[in-house]
């Protein structure tokens, strides 16, 4: 069962010179959804992401969270609300321990290098990666690296949880096993935006799509319908 809005998104736009990245998008999402953000390539997912969490600053519009406008938080800030975020590329301190990759996501939201250390341990067991909790970074494989990075996000106690392509660069039997653990946090009252090309993974996990071409927000809805829509069709495949 869905609850109230968490996030309110309103007229959010962001350009750079002449280049609309993001143009008027307004959207919502409930708590305990898991909504998928899809579009071509340059479509504005990743700078939307950036929007929500502080990140960059919007030209335009606003985003309110838990009934609360965000304006002018940074991204620490904006994470010690209850916003996470893991990034496209992952960015790991290869000679630190996964543990310790963890706790650098812990410390925004955790005063004490115990308590960040405890939110850690909970989040590398949340992502059953506690097995690898003491191995360097830069010995993981890429599947205990996107989980060591979803780990990263959770430990700071959000409610909300912006997954950038967590599945890229993984064969199937790891995408299997990233979207079962995407797929538990609602249970654990955490809100679930994913932005994710692999569409057979997002088709079995998302409640909703949102569809963004050129910026602006082309459609949104249940996944098989919004993939049937022709505006979409047409963006995927209409072009090039
Ligand atoms: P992809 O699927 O390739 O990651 P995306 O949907 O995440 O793409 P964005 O990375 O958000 O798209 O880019 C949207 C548009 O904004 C692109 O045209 C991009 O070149 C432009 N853009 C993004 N960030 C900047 C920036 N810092 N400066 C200038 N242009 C930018």
Redesign the pocket.
Known sequence: PLGAPILEVEGLS?S??G????SDVSFSVRAGEILGII????????????LLNGL?QPSQGSVRYEGQSLAGLRPSGICRRGIGRTF?VVRAFPRMSARENVVVGAFVAHGTDDAATRAADAALAQVGLSHRAGAAAGTLTNRELRLMELARALAAGPKLVLL??PLAGLGSTDTEALIAVVRTLPSLGITVVI?E?SMPAMLGLVDRFLV?DN?RLLTEGPPQEVLRRPAVVEAYLGRK
Not at 19 to 22: E, F, I, L, M, T
Not at 42 to 49: E, I, S, V
């Open positions: 962001k750079y010179g280049v609309h990245a993001v579009g071509p390539n340059g479509a504005g997912k990743t700078t939307l992401f950036n960059v496209q950038d392509e932005i090309h963004l910026g």
